[in-house]
């Protein structure tokens, strides 16, 4: 089980190439990459992402990829002599309009965007394979720790899970006991109100039998032992998708804890459901982190 929470880095050098890759990723519906990438590695840029995305199923992940070439020193350094002329332009006539000393230094030129250019490579055959397994090497360092952050959020939940299988088992073992409850005290009711007189018992059981029903809630509490089942198993599993699965059951957990809570009418089930439900709303953040 990977969480969706990570960060990962790698680093290559060889060949007067040096490259540093890293990557974070915070929970999201879906896949979302946002890559910073280079100029000199432009026409990579789609092997990058089918690189990343071989990795993180969803989530919203930063990519950052820096890169130095010290062979540049070699070749010389790329001036934008267009570009550089028209940032120098545009700061005399700003001077000239204001009144004011231009004082545009070459230094500060030299900072504005476009105006060192990096190496133009026409071939990058030769930079795909050191970037790749590069990206590829942060993914994985990504993933040891998305994966043990998951561990932790799996143990923390199975362990909530056993709370929830605490409480429905009391609601079942309180369940059969409301009916009997209410028809003491409906008992009760009346002959405090008829003051001794006879009553039809027979109604007295109909309106029981009545109640009873309505207040059933065995398939109920089958179907949340059914989904506790579910859940362990996909924890323990930790397979592709589990987020998603999990996310739909936790739907489903809160569905029937509302229908128990709604057919309650009795404290201590009311009680026990409102618990309950605080402990699925607790599992169910946690599952929002699951990939």
Do not use: W
């Given at each position: 089980?990977?969480?969706?929470?990570?960060?990962?880095?790698?680093?290559?050098?060889?060949?007067g190439?040096?490259?540093t890759?890293?990557?974070?990723?915070?929970?999201?519906?879906?896949?979302?990459?946002?890559?910073?990438?280079?100029?000199?590695?432009?026409?990579l840029e789609d092997?990058?992402?089918?690189a990343?995305?071989?990795?993180?199923?969803?989530?919203?992940?930063?990519?950052?990829?820096?890169?130095?070439?010290?062979?540049?020193a070699?070749?010389?350094?790329?001036?934008?002599?267009?570009?550089a002329?028209?940032?120098?332009?545009a700061?005399?006539?700003?001077?000239?309009?204001?009144g004011?000393?231009?004082?545009?230094t070459?230094?500060?030129?030299l900072?504005?965007?476009?105006?060192?250019?990096?190496?133009a490579?026409?071939?990058?055959?030769?930079?795909?394979e050191?970037?790749?397994?590069?990206?590829?090497?942060?993914?994985?360092?990504?993933?040891?720790?998305?994966?043990?952050?998951?561990?932790?959020?799996?143990?923390?939940?199975?362990?909530?899970m056993?709370?929830?299988?605490?409480?429905?088992?009391?609601?079942?073992?309180?369940?059969?006991?409301?009916?009997?409850?209410?028809?003491?005290k409906?008992?009760?009711r009346?002959?405090?109100?008829?003051?001794?007189?006879?009553?039809?018992?027979?109604?007295?059981?109909s309106?029981?039998?009545f109640?009873?029903?309505?207040?059933?809630?065995?398939?109920?509490?089958t179907?949340?032992?059914?989904?506790?089942?579910?859940?362990?198993?996909?924890?323990?599993?930790?397979?592709?998708?589990?987020?998603?699965?999990?996310?739909?059951?936790?739907q489903?957990?809160?569905?029937?804890?509302?229908?128990?809570?709604?057919?309650?009418?009795?404290?201590?089930?009311?009680?026990?459901?409102?618990?309950?439900?605080?402990?699925?709303?607790?599992?169910?953040?946690?599952?929002?982190?699951?990939?």
């Open positions: 089980m990977l969480s969706m929470t990570g960060y990962g880095k790698a680093e290559y050098t060889g060949e190439i040096s490259l890759v890293e990557i974070k990723t915070v929970n999201n519906r879906n896949f979302d990459l946002n890559a910073r990438v280079p100029r000199a590695f432009f026409a092997k990058v992402r089918k990343v995305r071989s990795h993180i199923e969803r989530g919203k992940a930063d990519l950052y990829i820096n890169f130095s070439d010290t062979r540049r070699a070749s010389g350094v790329n001036i934008n002599e267009e570009r002329q028209a940032v120098f332009s700061a005399k006539k700003l001077a000239l309009l204001l004011a000393e231009n004082d545009m070459v230094s500060q030129i900072r504005f965007p476009d105006v060192v250019e990096e190496n490579y026409q071939d990058v055959s030769e930079l795909e050191p970037l790749i397994n590069a990206v590829n090497a942060a993914c994985e360092n990504l993933n040891l720790m998305r994966r043990q952050e998951g561990e932790k959020l799996s143990s923390d939940m199975l362990s909530r056993e709370e929830i299988e605490r409480l429905v088992l009391k609601i079942k073992e309180r369940a059969p006991l409301v009916a009997a409850e209410y028809k003491d409906l008992k009760a009346i002959e405090e109100a008829l003051s001794g007189v006879n009553y039809e018992e027979d109604r007295l059981l309106e029981v039998a109640f009873t029903d309505r207040a059933n809630i065995d398939e109920e509490l179907r949340l032992f059914s989904h506790i089942a579910q859940f362990r198993s996909i924890a323990e599993s930790g397979g592709a998708g589990s987020g998603k699965k999990l996310d739909f059951l936790m489903e957990f809160n569905r029937e804890a509302n229908t128990v809570c709604s057919k309650s009418n009795d404290i201590t089930v009311t009680n026990l459901a409102l618990s309950l439900k605080n402990e699925i709303e607790k599992v169910r953040e946690q599952v929002q982190n699951i990939e």
